[in-house]
């Protein structure tokens, strides 16, 4: 895996996309801190992006599944460069609809970027090492979202927010360089599979997702992390207030990216000795009880036990269940499946961030993170005994 030059750059690519990803939001983060009062104002704005990206997301799909990967990424590269541009307008004039174009220009490159990105990775790795190579990537992504924070909150307190800005651009600018070195037969790959039927519709992924109990299982799982991923940047502004320290930001962030790669490297270390059913329920647990933790926001010490416990939940839970999907979902519908999931994990963020805003607001973080941290731990046991009873029933069944 390691002399396979499509694999470096794939890695190489996502940790520069990542890293101009988090330069530029925490370039937004305080360009909404220093002009918008309301958390919940905020969310709204942040989650306008997240909307047409949903709505690109079929299109995405049928396009990554008939047409190249590379291509696809390379569209993706073209209108993210055009996304900073928006950004730098939005800080020369001031004007918070300049920023609200750059969010959703940013959200729809995701909308092609992403799904093409974890449908390549099966086409240039063995399915022995999709598991290694999911957590790899993470892990570059999450080193990458450390450096990039690190970078843009000291970038921040020396240099123009416009510089922050200057610097996700030539980011960008490189990752769409990167992509033209990429070499896959796709052609090959999906030979081995059943042909493609000329016209593709997103629907047929719905049926796969259902006839796979540990696919579904997995795509239901993922709403628990989404209660804390989809408003966490509202609440590390809160907790940053509530603290009344700007320094604390870097310490969440930093302590929820290193305990993310610990957890990967866990998850890797006892592939085979644990199922993927346990280390899913397990994880989705300790992100509830993370968030319970944040109950005691006011603390530095909880705070970051907090984001350390979240961080290495998230990084167990993730690569498990990206490797579920490329093993048990044929490659032929790989694009729309990877869009389907981007577009649920959309619409979920959309959701956990408008509540969040809205509770922030109205509540306070503690009393927040008591109902989210609750509803968490309902959803794991719920999900639990359902695939409990599933189990249960087909037992019964093969047995008759």
Request: aromatic share 14%.
């Amino acid at each position: 895996m390691w002399r396979n030059k499509n694999i470096w750059i794939l890695l190489t690519g996502d940790f520069t996309a990542e890293l101009g990803l988090w330069l530029g939001l925490i370039g937004d983060l305080e360009f909404m801190q220093d002009t918008i009062p309301s958390d919940f104002l905020k969310s709204i704005i942040m989650a306008l992006g997240l909307l047409v990206g949903f709505v690109f997301g079929p299109f995405a799909g049928r396009l990554t599944d008939r047409t190249s990967k590379k291509k696809v990424m390379q569209i993706a590269g073209v209108i993210r460069i055009i996304s900073v541009l928006y950004m730098l307008m939005a800080i020369l004039t001031g004007s918070l609809w300049w920023m609200v174009l750059f969010l959703v220009l940013l959200q729809i490159s995701a909308a092609f970027y992403f799904p093409a990105l974890q449908a390549s990775l099966p086409l240039v790795a063995d399915e022995k090492d999709l598991l290694q190579l999911n957590a790899l990537i993470m892990n570059v992504s999450t080193l990458s979202r450390i450096i990039g924070a690190a970078l843009g909150g000291f970038l921040l307190v020396i240099l123009p927010l416009s510089f922050i800005y200057i610097g996700s651009l030539i980011a960008y600018i490189g990752l769409f360089i990167l992509t033209f070195f990429l070499e896959m037969d796709e052609n090959n790959r999906m030979s081995v599979t059943r042909p493609l039927k000329k016209e593709q519709s997103f629907k047929e992924v719905f049926p796969i997702i259902q006839n796979v109990p540990i696919v579904f299982i997995a795509v239901l799982m993922t709403f628990v992390p989404a209660l804390f991923f989809g408003g966490v940047n509202l609440m590390v502004i809160n907790i940053s207030e509530i603290q009344d320290s700007t320094a604390i930001k870097g310490w969440v962030y930093a302590a929820e990216g290193i305990s993310f790669m610990l957890g990967a490297l866990f998850i890797k270390k006892i592939n085979n000795q644990v199922s993927p059913y346990v280390v899913l329920f397990g994880s989705s647990f300790m992100i509830g009880l993370s968030q319970l933790l944040l109950y005691f926001a006011n603390s530095p010490i909880w705070t970051v036990l907090a984001f350390l416990l979240f961080g290495f939940s998230v990084g167990s839970f993730f690569p498990t269940a990206a490797t579920i999907y490329q093993t048990q979902v044929p490659k032929e519908y790989h694009g729309r499946f990877f869009s389907f999931q981007n577009m649920l994990d959309r619409v979920s963020y959309q959701i956990v961030l408008l509540l969040t805003g809205f509770l922030l607001d109205i509540m306070g973080l503690p009393l927040m993170s008591i109902i989210f941290g609750s509803l968490s731990i309902i959803m794991t046991v719920t999900f639990y005994v359902r695939n409990k009873m599933v189990i249960l029933v087909e037992r019964k069944t093969s047995l008759l």
